[in-house]
């Protein structure tokens, strides 16, 4: 064989069997490439489609039969996206803190945001909308230097004629087992799909949903990987495709000890649902959610918290608000967001923490008002100067019980004033004098004194 007719069956079998590149990525490859999502803290989740008329839920609610199907799908004549701003969204987006926004560009209902050439049901093709609504948004988001684009594709696609079922009780359409070549009709369809939101938009995350209806070899989901990562290898993908993503997500609560996933992030809704509800009115209140941010960051996660825009393309006031306050928060406290990593275990103080890259400046995160003082306990490194982020104070302590002969640390009472408190969360920089080191111990008795 001569050189050139084997190159040309070399790349002949590699592009049939596009290799997954990230098989083979060392630990450290994949730090680097993780490393955006790991500093990123807050992303903004956007759920829009013909749910946001309002009336019901994002596509379960045909699914559980809450609702007909016909009576569901007819909500697509109200989505007219007439009052969407693409730019305002980004802007809002950009103004709460936020580095990452992952939008939905099809929920379970099958219903696309952009031109899809693969399929009748879209935006363009069947709303009075009549136009694709995803790349306005996309050349938004790219127009930010600080944003990362994520997109949101659901395996799941209900009402297709090739899914094998559209109700959560029932019978199902067919049997994949029985019908392969029906099957893999849908999984084409989905490749297809997938294919032209890679090409388009070329994301920095995909945030995939539904994959816990089949396997990951039903849903080939080494191979949906492999074909995203052709083109865009430094993509990271959401654990939802059955084991064979980049980072967990937890959903709906923030974990209550630190996940042994080295990324994580806890999606949220800001009221009960993901998508608009006109009926939903169960706002969490901004010490929540900001509880709930800066919970996520002392446990090593991002928070990915959630809007829902009307089909008109409006944001309920509401959610506005929410963001406008932690943008409020994180730009005032930004050198204890971004770059910072997990804090320490519980017990040491009250309060959330976390730690500067270099590990010697210790962040404590105080959601409520001490009664005069705070207490720092089990921190061998020496504290050399407290501040409150944000503010240009510096507050003074006692160290009490710090005796030569224990090797049990002396214990840290920072003096917080009212007056240098936070509305929402205050934040105080524990400086030290070398990277933190700490004491784990339950104490010790005497063994000489003077
Ligand atoms: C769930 C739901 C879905 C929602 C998603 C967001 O898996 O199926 O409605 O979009 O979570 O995390």
Known sequence: MT??????????????????????????AKAERMEWFSEAKLGIFIHWGIYSRGDWSESWAFHNKVVSVEDYFAQEKDFTADRYDPKAWVELIKESGARYTVITSKHHDGFALWDTGAGDVSSVKSSPAGRDVLTPFVNEVRAQKELKLGIYFSLIDWPHPDYPNIFRVGPAKYDIEKEPARWQRFLDFNDAQLQELNGAYHPDLYWFDGDWEFSSDQWKAPHIVSMLRETNPGVIINSRIQGNGDYATPELGVPVVRPADRWWETCMTINDSWGFRKQDTEFKSDMTILRMFVNCMSLGGNLLLDIGPRADGTIPDEEVAVLKMLGRWIHKHEEAVYPTRAGIPDGHVQGYTTLNKAGDILYVYLPYT?????????????????RVVGTDRELDWNLYNDIDWSEVPGVYYINVPKDVLDEHITVLALELDSPLKLYRGSGQVISYND
Not at 3 to 24: C, D, E, G, Y
Not at 370 to 386: C, F, H, L, Q, Y
């Open 3 to 28: 050189k050139r007719i084997f190159t040309i069956v070399l790349f002949s079998v590699f592009a049939a069997f596009p290799v997954n590149v990230t098989a083979q990525e060392t630990p450290e």
């Open 370 to 386: 001490p009664n005069e003082t705070i207490e720092v306990k089990g921190i061998r490194s020496r504290i050399k100067k407290v």
